[in-house]
């Protein structure tokens, strides 16, 4: 490690990261904001905040069409987020970043193009037990449509993906893997280089959902060989809206689009329409040009704190959570897998999810309760939903030495 | 038999007593704790109002001199302990009265933005089907 990297390590305070999140200074229910829900949403640092209000102040035109300075302004920014998102997960090539809504229009863009270019008949496709629904359900649509087969890989009682079973449902008839790099609900950080590794052998392409890991993890798509791989802005200190799909280019040069209409049109006729170039090709219509912005500066935000710096206080606050939430008697954790990201899923024995995060926010603590969008998750573990605290790195100790507090008293008025 | 408005009242005055919120939800839990269970018979999908984030189970019938016996049970707690609530006011009640009630306890308890906020937990449409057969009822009746 080199001076300066150790200096900003050393430097990397909670406190005064925090100070770019104006959201965070605020009281809820008399008491302060502390905010352990960025599993669902992650908040905004002001940088982000200046840059779209900067674009509705000074240059909000459309892009790709106008021959005019503003259009030229707007294009130019929209372009450059590209460029930026490319070199953040170290893509080939610019036109391999599709800009989304999110990683459900990401993957349903896939499920759809993929679905209708390769799947056949008696063909498999591979996803995990700890899949979010919007890596289950587009994928359940298009094997119906194709006569494919969804086949699952179970997940054991640490929270951890059956690696033994994952290989042993690996044959030449799964034509696609996707799945969830980190588990939104159990924290599991699965091991996607390996997965990837030996989807390939079988020749299957893959998908990576990398909702929940954009924002904790150094991401280098060339280097894990992913066939795709889907993020959302909103989870990445970014507004919500905007979403990354990166795709191999002769993968996403195969695949027929999903919607039609405006940027993604070559040449239109009554008989016949050609499609754009990529990355135009996959988005139609007018894009999220905002969010484009807001999602560049998001990122140039955390590189200039230096992801690196990032996980390293987020481990460190996540292995402090993780000490304190397990010495409560009453803490039921589900998922304790050996890589686990910052993210805590438990029960507190004896209730119910929901009770504890409807006394949490009257402490001021914003938890996630329920079943996280991941009903056949809830299922195997056979609970009706769990609490979920998820870390970023603008958390602090003090803020869990709170929790654990809130926690027991919670608890008391529970039993 | 008291009438709703009287019994609204007292549950105003109830949670009038306590100034802070925990308090309350302490009030809340101790009512969810003894609000009697609903019979195992009805305790299935037919009754089940599904939120998003807990189950509740209703079932009504009307008692012999035509009045409206709701019971009622939730997996949560705090849903159950406003369910309590909701029954204490409305159970026992003549139908018209039921399908015509304001129960303004819910906006001066406070309890409006806790039962909005969460409307995942099922209360809103427990109100709804409350209303709703009480009004069927009120109906066959006429």
């Known amino acids: 490690m080199n001076a300066i990297t150790e200096t900003a390590v050393n430097e990397f305070n909670a406190a005064q990261v925090r100070k770019d999140f104006p959201i965070l200074e605020q009281k809820v229910n008399g008491k302060p904001l502390v905010y352990f829900d960025n599993g669902a949403t992650t908040q905004k640092p002001i940088q982000v905040i200046n840059a779209v209000e900067d674009y509705y102040k000074h240059y909000n035109s459309n892009v790709h069409r106008g021959v005019h300075t503003l259009s030229r302004l707007a294009t130019d920014a929209y372009e450059e987020a590209r460029l930026t998102v490319q070199k953040f997960i170290n893509a080939k090539s610019a036109h391999e970043i599709i800009f989304t809504r999110g990683t459900t229009t990401g993957i349903n863009t896939v499920a759809n193009g993929f679905g209708r270019r390769y799947l056949q008949s008696g063909d498999e496709v591979l996803i995990s037990t700890m899949e979010h629904h919007a890596n289950i359900v587009p994928w359940q649509m298009i094997c119906e449509e194709r006569g494919a087969t969804l086949k699952v890989i179970p997940v054991l009682d640490n929270g951890e993906l059956d690696y033994a079973a994952f290989q042993s449902l690996l044959n030449p008839k799964v034509k696609i893997v996707a799945i969830t790099h980190i588990s939104n609900v159990l924290g599991t950080i699965n091991p996607v280089e390996k997965i990837i590794q030996d989807a390939h052998q079988v020749g299957a392409k893959t998908l990576i959902d990398a909702a929940q890991s954009i924002q904790h993890h150094e991401i280098d798509v060339q280097k894990l060989d992913c066939d795709f791989l889907c993020f959302s802005g909103h989870k990445i200190y970014a507004p919500a809206g905007i979403g990354v799909l990166y795709g191999k280019e002769e993968m996403l040069n195969e695949m027929p689009p999903f919607e039609f209409g405006g940027d993604m049109i070559r040449e239109v006729s009554f008989e016949k329409t050609t499609f754009n170039v990529l990355p135009y090709k996959f988005e139609a219509g007018t894009p999220n040009i905002e969010g484009a912005i807001g999602l560049s500066a998001a990122i140039k935000y955390i590189q200039n704190l230096g992801l690196k710096n990032i996980r390293q206080y987020e481990e460190n606050l996540s292995e402090y959570a993780s000490q304190r939430l397990k010495s409560l008697h009453f803490y039921r954790p589900i998922g304790d897998a050996s890589e686990k990201a910052g993210v805590f899923s438990f029960l507190i024995n004896g209730t119910h999810p929901t009770d504890v995060g409807t006394l949490l926010d009257q402490f001021g603590i914003a938890v996630r309760t329920g079943h996280h969008c991941a009903q056949p998750l809830m299922h195997r573990f056979e609970i009706p939903g769990t609490v979920r605290v998820s870390l970023a790195f603008y958390n602090a100790h003090d803020e869990i030495d709170y929790l654990i507090e809130c926690l027991q008293k919670v608890e008391k008025m529970l039993a | ?142």
């Open chain 2, 1 to 142: 038999m008291k009438s709703i408005a009287a019994i609204e009242a007292e549950i105003i005055e109830e949670f009038d007593m306590f100034d802070d919120w925990m308090d309350k939800y302490s009030l809340i839990i101790d009512r969810g704790k003894k609000l009697p269970m609903i019979d195992a018979a009805y305790k299935t999908d037919e009754y089940l109002i599904k939120g998003c984030q807990s189950k509740v189970w209703l079932h009504a019938a009307p008692s012999a001199d035509g009045r409206i016996l709701f019971m009622a049970d939730s997996d949560a707690i705090i849903t159950k302990g406003i369910i309590s609530l909701l029954i204490e006011v409305l159970s026992n009640q003549k139908p018209e009265d039921i399908a015509t009630a304001k129960l303004d306890f819910i906006e001066k308890t406070g309890l409006r933005e806790h039962l909005t906020s969460t409307r995942g937990n099922g209360l809103v449409s427990m109100i709804e089907q409350m209303k709703a057969y009480a009004a069927k009822y009120a109906q066959l009746k006429s």
